[in-house]
Nanobody
């Protein structure tokens, strides 16, 4: 069973930065990739970024490309999301997710097997 815990959310002014962390624990036979998703008030949960544990291949949603950076520390079983130049539209609950098998489309929620509880990010204008 994989357990994921997000941290680092908070309130920040537009143009500011935050770094989210997602720690993974528990027994697992494999980890292929980690992803970040977010859900804004009144909206559906959408893809933000993903990274593979081996090789560090990354993908980003167009809305965050150039502003957000996903990274991982395999020794610490932790994935990070560095968020710069934050905008009010980035306000959302941010979730991390783990894929335990090779998946072709990491921007799809169905590619992930475990999810964290989420951390709130609020960007004021």
């Amino acid at each position: 069973q994989e357990r994921l815990v997000e941290s680092g959310g908070g309130l920040v002014q537009a143009g500011g930065s935050l770094r989210l962390s997602c720690g993974a624990s528990g027994r697992t036979f494999s980890r292929y990739a980690m992803g970040w998703f977010r859900q804004a008030p009144g909206k559906e949960r959408v893809f933000v970024a993903a990274i593979t544990w081996s090789g560090g291949r990354t993908i980003y949603a167009d809305s965050v490309k150039g502003r957000f950076t996903i990274s991982s520390d395999n020794a610490k079983n932790t994935v990070y999301l560095q968020m710069n130049s934050l905008k009010p539209e980035d306000t959302a609950v941010y979730y991390c997710a783990a894929a335990t098998a090779v998946r072709a489309y990491l921007w799809l929620q169905g590619s992930y097997d475990y999810w964290g509880q989420g951390t709130q990010v609020t960007v004021s204008s």
